[in-house]
């Protein structure tokens, strides 16, 4: 059973930055893209930002210039900042392995992030 377990988020102010870690198996890191989604109340689960083995990033439009992305495999982790967080970024936020993008491969439980003032 592959477990991936995702801490930080909780309540985070405009003015503050969200901080997600992912702790995600090691023997995944040389192959598989991993990155976060999220899905807020009532809205379907969307990419945020994944990274690939060879550390190329991709970002969603909404969180472009403003959140980033890394691996650190001696740690087993992927870590998510979010700048400025806006209200609208209030939502559950997964992390996520896959081989490759055609499959959906294995999830966390999720932590919320709840950004209010």
């Known amino acids: 059973q592959v477990q991936l377990v995702e801490s930080g988020g909780g309540l985070v102010q405009p003015g503050e930055s969200a901080r997600l870690s992912c702790v995600i198996p090691?023997?995944?890191?040389?192959?598989?893209?991993m990155g976060w989604y999220r899905q807020g109340p009532g809205e379907q689960r969307e990419l945020v930002a994944d990274i690939t083995a060879g550390g190329t990033t991709t970002y969603a439009d909404f969180v472009m210039g403003r959140a980033t992305i890394s691996s650190d495999i001696a740690k087993s982790t992927i870590d998510l900042q979010i700048d400025s967080p806006k209200p609208e970024d209030t939502a559950m936020y997964y992390c996520?392995?896959?081989?490759?993008?055609?499959?959906?491969?294995?999830w966390g439980r999720g932590t919320q992030v709840t950004v209010s003032s």
């Open positions: 996520n392995a896959r081989a490759h993008r055609g499959v959906d491969g294995f």
């Open positions: 090691r023997s995944l890191f040389k192959t598989y893209i």
